[in-house]
């Protein structure tokens, strides 16, 4: 079983090779995760005050104290599960996906900024949804549904947005966790007299089947 090991910045990852290194232990098989590369790939906003761990915590209101150890993994391993959320990419996903270029889709077709055009003759046509969360399918497999139905498939929430469609959640693990900030833009829209309807992706489904 492969054993992924999450750090913001390669510091630690440095340090734990001179550690082993220099009390002669080799380095177990270990998988690293960049989380600093990981936001790099989801948020454009941090780069104008840097991707430090502090910025980056500040900026999705993750509240931790910076340079006490077992705070600053805590604090890392929340950037990825909210990454994870905004982007719809699986662990595994990311793990490919950091090591391809800022602006590049992933691998498997799954982007944040995946785009469709709504098939015309479908019930949901003249829509525009935006996708976000933990969607359960490949991103691109929820576009694929969403623009046979009809709907124009667009990758971020703006004021052309008629529906945007939310991953279901695990309360279990997310419960306390702040909105996407796709999601948190629809509702602002929302607050302003926009139309846009927010639906769970299993009631997108349902609603999906009943018009087949």
């Given at each position: 079983?492969?054993?992924?090991?999450?750090?913001?910045?390669?510091?630690d990852?440095?340090?734990?090779?001179?550690?082993?290194?220099?009390?002669?232990?080799?380095l177990?098989?270990?998988?690293?995760?960049?989380?600093?590369?990981?936001?790099?790939?989801?948020?454009?906003?941090?780069?104008?005050?840097?991707?430090?761990?502090?910025?980056?915590?500040?900026?999705?209101?993750?509240?931790?104290?910076?340079?006490n150890?077992?705070?600053?993994?805590?604090?890392?391993?929340?950037?990825?599960?909210?990454?994870?959320?905004?982007?719809?990419?699986?662990?595994d996903?990311w793990?490919?996906?950091?090591?391809?270029?800022?602006?590049?889709?992933?691998?498997?077709?799954?982007?944040?900024?995946?785009?469709?055009?709504?098939?015309?003759?479908?019930?949901?046509?003249?829509?525009?949804?935006?996708?976000?969360?933990?969607?359960?399918?490949?991103?691109?497999?929820?576009?694929?549904?969403?623009?046979?139905?009809?709907?124009?498939?667009?990758?971020s929430?703006?004021?052309?947005?008629?529906?945007?469609?939310?991953?279901?959640?695990?309360?279990?693990?997310?419960?306390?966790?702040e909105?996407?900030?796709?999601?948190?833009?629809?509702?602002?829209?929302?607050?302003?007299?926009?139309?846009i309807?927010v639906?769970?992706?299993?009631?997108?489904?349902?609603?999906?089947?009943?018009?087949?």
């Amino acid at each position: 079983m492969r054993t992924v090991v999450v750090s913001h910045t390669a510091f630690d990852r440095a340090a734990i090779r001179a550690v082993f290194a220099k009390y002669g232990i080799p380095l177990p098989e270990i998988t690293w995760l960049d989380t600093a590369r990981v936001v790099r790939r989801t948020w454009l906003d941090p780069s104008q005050r840097g991707y430090g761990l502090a910025n980056v915590a500040e900026r999705l209101g993750i509240h931790f104290q910076h340079h006490n150890a077992a705070e600053d993994a805590c604090a890392a391993g929340e950037i990825l599960v909210r990454a994870i959320r905004e982007s719809g990419l699986s662990l595994d996903e990311w793990l490919v996906r950091v090591k391809r270029p800022i602006g590049a889709s992933s691998g498997s077709g799954s982007s944040c900024q995946i785009t469709r055009d709504g098939n015309p003759e479908g019930p949901l046509y003249g829509e525009v949804a935006v996708l976000t969360g933990a969607i359960s399918l490949l991103r691109r497999e929820a576009a694929d549904i969403a623009a046979a139905a009809g709907c124009q498939v667009a990758g971020s929430v703006t004021k052309a947005t008629t529906l945007l469609i939310v991953g279901d959640q695990d309360i279990s693990k997310l419960a306390g966790h702040e909105k996407s900030a796709k999601h948190g833009k629809a509702e602002q829209l929302i607050s302003q007299g926009q139309a846009i309807r927010v639906l769970r992706e299993t009631d997108f489904r349902s609603l999906v089947a009943m018009t087949e």
